[in-house]
């Protein structure tokens, strides 16, 4: 392989008077590491065969390795490309498959063909209606979320079509029923959370839980909020790494002069990071070594903005949270093996959704207290700072509001009709991420 394939390239480019490109792909899904001995790879390549070698990986990926020097030890010609459109990538793959589906079953006189063909077909049909003609918001979360990486968008989407949450026999019946079916907002996050877990854990899941709390001193559930919060605070400001970064060193001393816990800090601000709800002037996601300056990212933005505060995100991540009241730990896990117990008839769902009303409020109580305690142990009605911002107050009103919109929506079978729920988007703020509106 090493002697003999490269001589034997050499003759057939000279004897055919080609010139030899070599593509390497998808290198920014291994470690930065891994990717620095690629690129030193290919840059061998090139000379053993006299050929053209092209190494694609995402920017940050780019940079990460150059500030690692392994690019500024070459004379190399750097391309961008452009992310495609989120949109236009599902809906032209969706009709591509819905044309596969209309041709002929391969063998006509199969009746169960035809159905699955046609179920198929009508899920597709759905879920191209819903997400991407009615409901902007599903839209929105995606790009939020995934910042440009269209194969962790397409991971998302993918997540929701073959969850065990996602109720096709639901979405069908209804859709042949009254003709239309609208993915509602909390079915779509549902689906993408879970997966294909029964419960709800952020180490197998795609969305982390905000709420989570660690084993240090001091550790609170309003860590990554107080920490995301002094990032957005400072987004429109510049800094000597861009706009938006924020000195970590200040950041964290901040943090440990009012709440005397630099290590839980340090390990919320590596979970955001690992998340990419912050992003470093390193690029890299794997850890801080060697970040001095830090930022929030569009994710970032959503999840403290909007997600947090949402039925189908609280309803979730109840069940992974840790808790220091064991009376309400155990009501809560009584209450999620409750819920999963309910039979699911369709005339019971007022009945289930009620019940997980109420387990989400037990858990809004529950943080509630724990932030009006951590507010008096640490004075932080004194301290003009954006740590100090009450989280829960907000989190709360939004549920509310969200939790009136499902029950009136319940009540008068709207899944056959567009997203018309209390969600305020803030337009002018999602173009400072990057996240123009374009589902027009």
């Not at 107080?226 to 400001?237: G, M, Q, T």
């Amino acid at each position: 392989m090493h002697d003999y394939l490269p001589r034997l390239l050499k003759h057939i480019c000279a004897g055919e008077k080609l010139k030899l490109v070599l593509f390497i792909d998808n290198v920014d899904q291994l470690s930065p590491a891994y990717q620095a001995q690629i690129f030193l790879l290919s840059q061998r390549i090139c000379r053993l065969l006299e050929s053209l070698t092209l190494v694609s990986l995402r920017e940050e990926s780019y940079y990460s390795a150059s500030v690692q020097k392994s690019f500024t030890a070459f004379s190399t010609h750097k391309f961008h490309v452009a992310s495609p459109r989120f949109r236009e990538i599902i809906v032209n793959r969706i009709q591509y498959t819905l044309d596969l589906l209309s041709k002929p079953a391969r063998n006509n006189g199969e009746d169960t063909e035809k159905h699955m063909h046609q179920s198929i077909a009508d899920f597709l049909q759905i879920v191209q209606m819903s997400i991407f003609d009615r409901n902007r918001r599903i839209a929105r979360f995606i790009k939020a979320i995934c910042q440009g990486n269209m194969r962790f968008a397409l991971k998302l989407f993918s997540n929701f079509l073959k969850s065990g949450a996602t109720d096709v026999d639901k979405m069908l019946y209804i859709y042949r029923r009254d003709g239309k079916y609208n993915v509602a907002y909390h079915e779509f996050v549902k689906s993408i959370m879970l997966d294909d877990r029964h419960f709800y854990n952020e180490d197998f899941s795609a969305i982390m839980n905000l709420f989570n709390v660690g084993t240090q001193k001091n550790s609170s559930h309003f860590t990554s909020f107080r920490l995301i919060n002094v990032l957005l605070a400072h987004r429109s400001e510049s800094s000597p790494e861009g706009r938006g970064y924020v000195n970590l060193h200040m950041l964290i001393n901040d943090f440990e002069q009012r709440f005397d816990n630099r290590d839980d800090g340090m390990a919320t601000l590596t979970r955001l990071l690992n998340r990419r709800l912050i992003e470093s002037n390193t690029r890299s996601s794997e850890s801080l070594d060697g970040v001095s300056y830090v930022r929030v990212t569009s994710a970032g933005w959503y999840y403290f903005r909007y997600l947090t505060s949402t039925f189908a995100y609280l309803d979730l991540v109840l069940q992974d949270t840790p808790f220091d009241d064991p009376d309400v730990e155990k009501r809560l896990r009584e209450s999620v093996y409750q819920v999963n117990n309910m039979r699911d008839r369709e005339e019971e769902k007022v009945h289930r959704v009620n019940a997980r009303f109420e387990r989400v409020e037990s858990f809004l109580d529950y943080l509630i207290a724990q932030e009006s305690a951590e507010r008096r142990a640490f004075v932080l009605d004194t301290f003009d700072h954006p740590m100090a911002v009450a989280v829960m107050p907000l989190i709360r009103d939004e549920y509310v509001q969200e939790k009136g919109w499902i029950n009136r929506r319940l009540a008068e079978n709207r899944e056959r009709y567009g997203d018309d729920s209390p969600f305020k988007y803030n337009r002018e703020e999602a173009r400072g991420f990057g996240l123009e509106d374009d589902e027009n």
